[in-house]
């Protein structure tokens, strides 16, 4: 691609290197063949680090969470990601920039590695032994999967939700290039494909990885799995409104005794905050995870995974709350309020005071824990967390639901359901209407702060709503004078992303996004 994409993000995934898993690699990719598995293995080591950055980060994560229905701002805040907020964002926004180079950046390196191993000499078993050339092969399957999430997750933020009547529209999709040719003839730039080239790309790259991925799956896996292939492949399904295929893998993977969802108050208190060690908080409990990529220190991750919700340093207000209606989506005995949410005593800038819950989902200790802890970091000691069980079981329910199959749909959501609510009764469903309107509320209550919650709205087709504060005087609703403070109709040209504006010059082949 572009070097105005690529090289910068090599710097980026470079900061993220540790241990075994992330041994440093290399600043830039080098033109010359890989002539070892130990080569091989450095690449590799890149791919995971460029995942660590992407996922639970603000660009990612935070930013469309803030732009849902989901938060309130608190009076006086620090203006961090307003734009986002108020939908006023444009083609120069620094999230978004970060996105599309992320993920550039990582479709990059996995093209360097791919065409690396097809032009690969492996005939000397002194260099190439038979262990070797099976590391070489995961690896080459661990590219085919990281360029399949990256084309994924650029479809999901800068393409509208895909249906076939718009499918085969020009300029629908994903500008990308699938052989690593850095190039400084702007005329060797690709274009935008359509939606449906686009996921083509994307499932083709899968069945790739399949190929070359031999590993099953283990809960809470440092590596990309089999089964990992497969929870992306669900995810990939369910987008595309394929919900036969979103049904038959995503209900295979939640029936595997593999993976077991957190059970019980010490469970899911475990799956997010972990406990203390060595000085640090470790998740060792977890296993929801299909794939958790791993951190040794605090520092290793991404230092704004939940800043927005939680005070900065003690005495400090959080920029954005949960609204009224997110808290009010849990009913008495779901054990997620006790991890997901705390009470904080808020003050804000005009004086008024309250007792409100803010999102408490990353770190137990927040600005308390912060205020004797040495490392700023050390609030967010959350390893990311790629996949979880959780998501099939809810992508089954949906698509059962879809499918008209209400019995097999009720099935997961009950089961799912009954690992969060003590005393769980399990529920029955007149229609797929009702089925349906359980695992939307479901979604939102699971996956709060997980980046989620704007693009269901989007993939539902429904208006973006946000939510009635818990108090009122306590919030910034700017430009809105109702209560739920924003209303905008799904189709609203800001529900996609637009490219940024850097890439348009320096490419134009590339169409903009419309209203941009």
Known sequence: MMKKILFPFMALALTFASCDMDKEPYDSLPDGAITSPQEFEGFSNGLY???????YSTSFSN????QGDEFNAISGYSNALSYMYMWTFNSNASEIDNVYANCHGLISRSNYIIDRYNTCDMSNPNVFDKDGIAKVKNIKGEAFFVRAWALSELAKF???DYEETIADEENSGVSYQI????SMDESTYPARNTLRQTYKQITDDLDSAEVYITKGGEADSKYITADVVNALRARVALAMDDYTTAAQIASALADKSTYTLAKGLSDIRNMWWGHEGNGRTINDTDKESLLRIYTEYPSEVASQTGKEFQPYMKGGIPDYVPTKDVIDLYAAKDMRTQVYFTNADVTSSAGTSGKIKILNKYKEYGAVYYSSSPS????WMVMPKVFRIAEMYLIAAEAYAKLGNITEGAKYLNKFEASRIQNYKSQTFANVDELMNE?????????????????DLKRWHQKTSRGIPQQMNLCNLPGYSTTTGLNINYGN??????????????????VQNPGY
């Open 376 to 379: 700023e970091y050390s609030r």
């Open 63 to 66: 930013a469309p969470d803030i």
């Open 493 to 510: 040209n800001r529900y996609v992303w637009p490219i940024p504006q850097h890439e348009i010059d320096a490419n134009p082949q590339i």
């Open 49 to 55: 680090s460029g995942l660590r950055s992407c996922v």
């Open 179 to 182: 052989k690593y040719n850095p």
């Open 158 to 160: 800068f393409c509208q």
């Open 439 to 455: 695992v939307k509320k479901e979604r939102q209550r699971e996956f709060i702060g997980e980046g989620v919650r704007f693009f």
